[in-house]
Structure formats: C-alpha cells, structure tokens
C-alpha cells in the first residue's frame, strides 16, 4: 500500500506563515511520495466556536484556497471536511474507551489553549477531549506521516497511544502514525512572541496584500536592546532574522546583513526592507494561484466535493475493519 499523509488545519481564519514553515511546506513537497489527505477540521474548530457555528463555513473556503495556492496540487492530495465524514465520529467513541481522563488533563497544547481561551462557563468536554478525536482523524485515514507544527506533537502521541491501545486489545488493524516538523517547528509572530498565531494577532498571513506584509514587516519586534543603528545587535533569537533564514533564499545577503548587524553598521530599517522583499518574492506565486482560484469559487467547491468524497471512502473501509476487530459487525 502506497503510505499516507493525513494533516489538517481548523477552518477558524486564513493560514499565515506560521503554517507555511511548520506543515503545508512538507505537505507540498511530500504529496508526490504520499497518498495524501488534508483535513479542513470543522468538526474540532466547533469545539470552541459552537455559539457561532456559522464562522466555520465562511472560512472553509478560504483556507482551500489557501492550500492551492500554495501548490497543493489536488490531482494528488484531497482536502476532505471533517464534518461531512460522520465515520469520525464514531471512531472517536469507541477510542473514548481507550484513553483515561488523567492522560487527557496532562495534554499541554490543551491545558495552553484552555488558559487562553478562558471559557467563562467552564471547559466544554468536546473542547477538553479533542485530542482524542484527532487520534481518530489521524487512525481513520491510516496516515504513516502527520506533518504539523510543534504545538500538535502532544496530539501525535496521543494518537500513537490509542492506535497501540487498539491494535493490542483488537488485533492490528490501524497504523502508529509519526510526526514530522517543519523546517522550522515554531515561527515566532512579528511582535516577538514564540509563536505566530491568529489569536495573537501577530500573524502575516498567506494572502496579505503587499501593503498590509510591509506594514506587518516594517513595524516587526527586532532587538529590544538596541536603540541606535550603531549598537551591537543581538541575531539570535531576533524573528527579523529567523523570517530572513527561513524565506530569504539568497545566503549572503543573510550571512552579511547578520555580519552588519552584529557590528552595529546596519539599521533595522534596511534589514527590515530587505525581508520585505524575500517576502514578496515568497508570496508573489501563491498570491497569483491564489487570485486564480478565487475567480473560480464552483470549481474549487467541486475540488473539495470530491476530495471529502473520496477521503469519506477510506474512512468506511477502515470502520468495516474497525468494526470487525471489535466483534461490533453483528449483521454481517
Ligand atoms: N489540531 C490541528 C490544528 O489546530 C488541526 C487538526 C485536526 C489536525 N485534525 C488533525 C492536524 C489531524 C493533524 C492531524 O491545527
């Protein structure tokens, strides 16, 4: 069997570069190895939107675009809608049995997102117990491969757990699925912060426009310790220099605007102009597939019809499979 890739993203916002570096960068290039699916996880985005279910479908479209233009190519990767594959759902119920309640309060991507959020009415259990229906996602798909960023490693373990769990109790039928992190596991955003994140408001997202990435680049958090151009600066930790690492292709620019900013003989303006432009050479390609797709709304709701269609088939085999192991196929 040709081995698979099944990743996801909730459909709460456009994708940023965030996303970029830690998964869809591995997911383009892997997706001519890997029989590959990519989730647009509705179902998980509900867990902390359901007062406003309808943000969802507004942007499921958006963050398809956002796949193609990247260069998910769907003659080779299928992008399936959590929701529209019930399957889901009731995988997730049987691996409820196999997970204990004290494993699910030491997940710490979702003890970070429950301090964030603040839900004032006490954390929903669908919120709380997410982990476990992404093990479903991940299981149902049979997925060897889940390139995501670092924050999702706890959900890959858990995963890894259930699948054990299940294959030792029922017999083996699904799959150990490994993680691979990006180029760079975790993006900073541009105030500073270790991680790039809508919520933070700190994101440069995929389909910025050229004024909105200059502004965004322009006023980025550099080395506080710096007041003047003719100050030492500090590279290291710096996200105007790990933005240049990670997408500005030409090395010796880098390596001298680096050189230069040590010595203090350069000022956070050039450095700053200079990734501008990486920047806009970066996302020139996929702003155009971009701006192609979005004038073609039928044809991309008919790419992600038949992705779902298609990704809901393999998700009924593995249940006949799952159900069989667990003696629940009583009528045959
Ligand atoms: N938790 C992921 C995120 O917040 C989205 C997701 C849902 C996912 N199901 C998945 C990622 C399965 C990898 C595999 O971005």
Redesign the pocket.
């Known amino acids: 069997m040709e081995k698979r890739i099944?990743?996801?993203?909730?459909p709460t916002g456009p994708l940023h570069l965030g996303h970029y570096v830690g998964s869809l960068q591995n997911r383009v290039r892997l997706q001519t190895e890997y029989d590959t699916y990519i989730?647009i996880?509705d179902v998980?985005a509900l867990t902390d939107n359901f007062e406003n279910p309808e943000r969802l479908g507004a942007n499921l479209l958006e963050v398809a675009l956002d796949y193609l233009a990247v260069g998910i190519d769907p003659e080779r990767s299928q992008i399936v809608v959590q929701s529209m594959v019930p399957e889901l759902t009731e995988l997730t119920i049987y691996f409820m049995n196999l997970v204990t309640v004290a494993t699910l309060e030491r997940n710490p991507t979702v003890k970070e997102e429950i301090k964030q959020r603040n839900f004032s009415k006490g954390v929903p259990v669908g919120f709380w117990s997410y982990p476990i229906s992404?093990a479903a996602?991940?299981a149902i798909f049979k997925a060897h491969l889940?390139p995501?960023g670092e924050d999702?490693l706890p959900?890959i373990e858990q995963a890894r757990e259930i699948v054990r769990r299940f294959n030792r109790l029922y017999g083996r039928v699904l799959i150990e699925p490994r993680a691979m992190l990006g180029q760079v596991a975790r993006l900073p955003g541009t105030d500073g912060n270790a991680k790039m994140s809508k919520s933070l408001g700190n994101c440069i997202y995929l389909g910025d426009p050229s004024e909105t990435v200059r502004k965004r680049v322009m006023s980025m958090f550099t080395d506080p310790t710096r007041i003047h151009p003719t100050d030492p600066g500090h590279v290291e930790g710096n996200p105007v220099f790990t933005y240049h690492d990670v997408f500005n292709p030409d090395k010796a620019q880098v390596d001298d605007l680096k050189e230069r900013y040590r010595q203090g003989t350069v000022g956070d303006v050039e450095v700053k102009q200079l990734l501008f432009e990486a920047l806009e050479i970066f996302l020139a390609p996929i702003r155009e597939r971009r701006a192609e797709y979005a004038s073609k709304p039928g044809q991309v709701r008919e790419l992600v019809i038949e992705g779902t269609r298609r990704g809901r088939a393999v998700a009924q085999a593995t249940m006949d499979e799952v159900r069989a192991a667990m003696k629940l196929n009583y009528f045959g």
């Open positions: 099944l990743t996801g993203d909730r989730l996880a998980q992404q996602d991940i889940v995501v999702q959900m």
